[in-house]
């Protein structure tokens, strides 16, 4: 005859009941842990987002009725300006402009004086000449350069430094910047 099988997936005794009691203890350990931490988290996320709020409030420009009145308008305007001219000033090509004045270089010439106007495109070129000669020939060159038009002696006069003489000049001219 056969031998009936018995089959009891329960444990019997108390051993089986006090594992139990300690997976449930470390399960319900465990959640209060993650619940412990999700609130400390949440805490120091208020307290980042409420530092980032002061942060942004201090870095907003301050403005006492929410817009600007005509005269902070007016100075704010004529600021850019100011900026975009010396912007534009910057932008022209220097340096070749001034080995052109240095090609015209005359024997008797000495110049002491370079006045740029870059947003009216003028210049103002101040030096002494030995003699009227050195002049005339100094504003030939000049006028034969590319990057000046409209050349002329604005003023002039002579000079008697250490017993010696000298014409002293200022010449005018239009620049003419290369494209």
């Given at each position: 005859m056969r031998a009936s099988?018995?089959?009891?997936?329960?444990?019997e005794g108390p051993a089986g009941g006090r594992r139990g009691l300690i997976v449930l203890s470390l399960g319900i350990a465990l959640a209060l842990g993650c619940g412990l931490t999700h609130v400390h988290l949440q805490r120091e996320i208020q307290i980042a987002e409420a530092r980032a709020d002061v942060l942004a409030r201090r870095a907003a420009p301050r403005m006492d009725s929410g817009?600007?009145?005509?005269g902070r308008l007016r100075a704010l305007r004529q600021r850019i300006e100011a900026s975009n001219r010396v912007i534009a000033a910057l932008d022209h090509p220097w340096i070749r402009f001034f080995d052109e004045i240095e090609s015209a270089h005359v024997r008797g010439?000495?110049?002491?004086?370079?006045?740029?106007?870059?947003?009216?495109?003028?210049?103002?070129?101040?030096?002494?000449?030995?003699?009227r000669e050195a002049l005339a020939r100094y504003l030939e060159r000049l006028g034969a350069l590319?990057?000046?038009?409209?050349?002329?002696?604005?003023?002039?006069?002579?000079?008697?430094?250490?017993?010696?003489?000298?014409?002293?000049?200022v010449v005018s001219a239009r620049w003419v910047?290369?494209?």
């Open positions: 099988l018995r089959m009891n997936f329960a444990t817009a600007l009145d005509e010439i000495v110049l002491t004086a370079l006045d740029p106007d870059a947003e009216k495109l003028g210049v103002h070129l101040a030096g002494e000449a030995a003699d590319a990057s000046l038009s409209d050349v002329r002696l604005s003023q002039h006069e002579w000079r008697e430094h250490q017993g010696k003489t000298a014409l002293r000049f910047p290369s494209t």
